[in-house]
């Protein structure tokens, strides 16, 4: 099956956990491009969306579907995004689309986070693809240094702006055995906002596009 009919299989799966009346908590990305056109085609049966960045906002927007703000929203009964890796754990490593921090944020109020990816995305180790991790700017080479004393290579990826003004270091070559440590670690460091690993709030559910459902 080709690579884009895998994503739209995966975020067609996911409309299978909307309900009626529900404010979905919405990705970022193109595997979620194809969830919010599934989305569209039942946004009579939900009260709307809380997204996880601007592109999103305007994705869920062009197809008449209404964007709460999430302070006006209690607890999101479902949270649906990509991933760029995910483990057997269900951990993830997120922020290819520079949507890490609200991606983080939505997915940290939903009680249920679905995550919908094709089986590229599939790893025994997190770390091969680049970890990102948003940063304030005037902290962009402090952070830095501090990733090359744990063993990474970071690289400050060029012209990206985040939606929260912030900066996106990828860091290479990390081999990451035990994500909710180093989650925890990277988040003490002064400067950093966001990183993107998710694996103190990582996913409940997995759904492959074009492979067996987990
Ligand atoms: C954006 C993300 C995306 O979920 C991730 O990059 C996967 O994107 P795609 O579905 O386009 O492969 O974390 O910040």
Not at 79 to 104: F, H, N, P, Q, S
Request: proline share 4%; with cysteine; net charge neutral.
């Amino acid at each position: 099956m080709p690579h884009d009919a895998q994503k739209r299989a995966a975020g067609e799966a996911a409309i299978a956990y909307v309900e009626d009346g529900m404010v979905v908590g919405v990705g970022t990305g193109s595997t979620v491009a194809y969830f919010i056109d599934a989305l569209a085609k039942i946004k009579h049966r939900i009260e709307g969306a809380v997204s996880s960045s601007q592109a999103s906002t305007e994705l869920l927007q062009a197809r008449g579907i209404r964007v709460f703000d999430l302070n006006a929203i209690g607890p999101i009964p479902l949270y649906v995004d990509g991933a760029d890796e995910c483990d057997g754990d269900k951990c993830l490593i997120k922020g290819g689309g520079a949507a890490l921090t609200r991606e983080k944020i939505v997915a940290s109020a939903a009680n249920k986070f679905v995550c919908i990816i094709d089986p590229s995305k599939r790893v025994d180790v997190l770390g091969k693809f680049p970890l990102p991790v948003e940063v304030i700017p005037m902290a962009r080479s402090l952070v830095a240094r501090e990733l090359v004393r744990r063993g990474g290579a970071p690289v400050w990826r060029d012209g990206c702006v985040t939606d929260n003004g912030n900066w996106i270091l990828d860091v290479h070559g990390l081999r990451i055995t035990d994500p909710v440590a180093m989650e925890r670690e990277l988040n003490q460091l002064a400067g950093v906002v966001t990183v993107g690993l998710f694996a103190q709030r990582r996913a409940d559910v997995v759904l492959v596009g074009g492979a067996e459902m987990a």
